[in-house]
């Protein structure tokens, strides 16, 4: 929200001021508690009051501003204080939003109740406050505020305390490193800091950030890690290859979804080594993303280990993640060995039966959505070969008719016309659910034959 410039300014009651009549800034101002009501109405007055508009204040605040009175900055702020002190958690979201409008100002009151909190009282603490409190002075872009927040960060708040406080820190930008780079020192602050870091992306914040990819902290080095790979970094190959072996998962797998993003940056050989022991023996978290980063990664060695993982007895989960990357790649070889999953029984008969048969529909449905024209004839011949095997796998009639529905719509979306006489084929011997999807496949095939140009 833009300044409220339209405000006189006016001195805030504070301690020691002349204005302060008595009232200190870390108490609210009204001299009986808010009812829900009362919230309400005064948020109203608030924003009447903001807009420049001469109001009464009708609920029992000292902040109350009589009906000729032009309003102020303090007028405002001190009414929006009221209610940040005590409204629900509706009001403050929407308080909070026009507190920062009022610039500096508003910053030594909010400080001062930051430092009346007791951290220790965990029955009666109401840390949606500071929470608050954290978020306004992440708006105000200046430095008093981020030493307040820095200053937060120290006092070891609540989880959520500390982690708006760090995204406020974030907010302010470049100002704040010098303050982040003393928060790195203690363990206690460490992980805050480099939260902090890791949302102002910015290169400025790489060194920092390096400092910390070893910290015995699993989370601080999965942080770390996570900002570097969308940083510009030079060596970013002997900091993503090691933490490809790092001993915590979690730390594994951002470094794995790192090194897919940052593949082309990146040695091959350890790169594709790291992520094909990830895929068949890894966490179910981490071998995931391997498969992903090696589908990004599309070179031959990487299809070659994709290949090797199809045929494994994976989880089923991890199969279809290996097709769906084979399938984005589409190239021969990917295709080729597509192709051998569906047509190859003996490739498939040390593999559990109803593993096959999901994986081979996925398969099938994903050839139906290759994209290059090579890809597309050599997807539509593996279809038609597919359309016309009846007794794979063996013994196992249900195959044909789960298969058939998908077999039909892969090759419509393909837009193969040949496939409109094998189609018509299996109407006959088609049970009803699965005829209604040959007949909406051969509709289409039909509409496509239609517009296709003539040799």
């Known amino acids: 929200m833009p300044p409220l410039n339209h405000l006189t300014a006016f001195p805030l009651k504070y301690p020691g001021s002349p204005h302060s009549s008595g009232v200190s800034v870390g108490e609210s101002f009204c001299a009986l508690p808010l009812t829900p009501g009362d919230c309400q109405r005064l948020y109203q007055q608030l924003v009447q009051l903001a807009s420049g508009v ?4 009708t609920a029992a605040s000292r902040s109350a501003v009589s009906a000729t009175a032009a309003p102020t900055a303090a007028m405002v702020l001190d009414l929006a204080l009221d209610l940040l002190d005590q409204g629900d ?18 910053i030594a009151p909010l400080v001062h109740r930051l430092a009346s909190i007791d951290w220790a009282d965990d029955d009666e603490a109401d840390w949606d406050l500071p929470w608050f409190i954290a978020r306004i002075l992440g708006e105000m872009q200046d430095p008093a505020a981020g030493v307040a927040l820095v200053n937060l960060l120290q006092t070891t708040p609540p989880t959520d305390v500390a982690s708006m ?4 820190l974030a907010k302010m930008g470049a100002i704040v490193l010098p303050q982040l780079a003393e928060l790195l020192q203690s363990p206690s602050t460490r992980r805050y ?4 870091l890791a949302h102002l992306q910015t290169p400025a914040t790489i060194n920092l950030l390096l400092s910390v990819t070893t910290d015995p902290d699993p989370a601080i080095r999965m942080m770390a890690i996570d900002a570097l790979s969308r940083l510009p970094v030079a060596n970013l190959a002997e900091i993503i290859v090691p933490a490809l072996t790092d001993p915590d998962p979690q730390v594994q797998r951002v470094a794995v979804i790192a ?9 091959e050989a350890p790169l594709v080594a790291a992520l094909k022991t990830h895929l068949l023996t890894g966490e179910p978290e981490v071998a995931q993303q391997a498969a992903i980063a090696l589908g990004r990664l599309g070179t031959p060695a990487a299809v070659e280990i994709l290949t090797a993982g199809l045929f494994q007895p994976l989880p089923l989960a991890r199969s279809q993640t290996i097709v769906r ?11 080729v060995a597509l192709e051998i999953y569906l047509l190859d029984r003996s490739a498939t008969a040390h593999l559990h039966l109803l593993d096959v048969i999901a994986v081979s529909q996925e398969i099938t449905r994903l050839l139906g959505q290759v994209e290059t024209t090579p890809a597309k004839s050599h997807a539509a011949a593996i279809l038609l070969r597919l359309l016309a095997t009846t007794d794979h796998p063996a013994h196992h009639p249900p195959y044909d008719q789960e298969m058939l529905p998908v077999i039909a719509l892969s090759l419509a979306h393909l837009g193969h016309i040949p496939a409109i006489a094998p189609l018509q084929q299996h109407l006959a011997h088609a049970r009803d659910r ?5 007949l909406a ?8 034959k239609l517009y296709a140009p003539v040799d």
Request: one cysteine or more.
């Open 165 to 168: 406080a760090a995204l406020a």
């Open 193 to 196: 800091a480099v939260q902090t």
């Open 54 to 57: 001469r109001v009464e204040v």
């Open 441 to 448: 496949a051969l509709n289409q095939l039909e509409q496509a």
């Open 89 to 106: 958690f509706q009001t403050r979201w929407q308080v909070a939003k026009l507190i920062p409008a009022l610039g500096t100002l508003a």
């Open 259 to 267: 090194a897919g993003l940052q593949a082309p940056q990146l040695p």
């Open 325 to 335: 990357e084979l399938a984005r790649i589409a190239s021969e070889p990917a295709l």
């Open 434 to 438: 699965c005829r209604l999807h040959l």
